[in-house]
């Protein structure tokens, strides 16, 4: 199986920071890589699919980069409703889906 | 509107069945693939099963065995038929559709989630 690790697991930042966020594979997935955004309560919600590409109605300041085994998610100006957990999704292996651990994302 | 409502939920004993549904609206389940992720309470998340558009079912190992996708074209709705429950099994379970671009499966629409307990 694919083991997906985030990091950190955790960060505290302000209103306006940039922030980054990293997910390593375990083997090569070229760009089969997501992104997701979990409020407290809700259901998760797709940001970026295959690396990079932003999902539709998802504000610009989220990017994805990343191929291979290192991914990474930034925001460039953190902003309220921002605060929550993500998490990075593997879907190279058909049809075995790995998740990362998550990474919360909590008000300074 | 593209949605999709989760029910079925609830308290179960260990060892019981339970049977969520999963309705869509906007869009056909038969087209398209779907699957189904948990989250046990605290944790993250688990993708749980995925049924293809041609019927081909997949299943995480900590479920094969135990647990069944299906759908009704007729009704618009995907199922999820779990047997012999734990207590482990204990979580939200959305149900969510795959869109495929590039050539690469995301889950772009998800249900609000439905919660299952397992305790005696």
């Known amino acids: 199986d694919i083991q997906m690790t985030q990091s950190p697991s955790s960060l505290s930042a302000s209103v306006g920071d940039r922030v980054t966020i990293t997910c390593r594979a375990s083997?090569?997935?070229?760009?089969?890589l997501n992104w997701y955004q979990q409020k407290p309560g809700k259901a998760p919600k797709l940001l970026i699919y295959a690396a990079s590409s932003l999902q539709s109605g998802v504000p610009s300041r989220f990017s994805g980069s990343g191929s291979g085994t290192d991914f990474t998610l930034t925001i460039s100006s953190l902003q309220p409703g921002d605060f929550a957990t993500y998490y990075c999704?593997?879907?190279?292996?058909?049809?075995?889906?790995?998740f990362g651990q998550g990474t919360k994302v909590e008000i300074k | 509107e593209v949605q999709l409502v989760e029910s079925g939920g609830g308290l179960i004993q260990p060892g019981g069945s339970l049977r969520l549904s999963c309705a869509a609206s906007?869009?056909?389940?038969?087209?398209?693939?779907m699957s189904w992720v948990r989250q046990a309470p605290g944790k993250g998340l688990e993708w749980v099963s995925i049924i293809f558009s041609g019927d081909d079912t997949y299943y995480a190992d900590s479920v094969k065995g135990r647990f069944s996708i299906s759908r009704d074209n007729s009704k618009n709705t995907l199922y999820l038929q779990m047997n012999s429950l734990r207590a482990e099994d204990t979580a939200v379970y959305y149900c969510?559709?795959?869109?495929?671009?590039?050539?690469?499966?995301?889950?772009?629409?998800w249900g609000q989630g439905t919660t299952v307990t397992v305790s005696s």
């Open positions: 083997q090569s997935i070229s760009t089969y």
């Open positions: 969510a559709r795959e869109s495929s671009r590039f050539g690469e499966l995301s889950m772009d629409v």
């Open positions: 999704q593997q879907s190279y292996i058909t049809p075995t889906w790995t």
């Open positions: 906007g869009f056909t389940v038969s087209s398209n693939y």
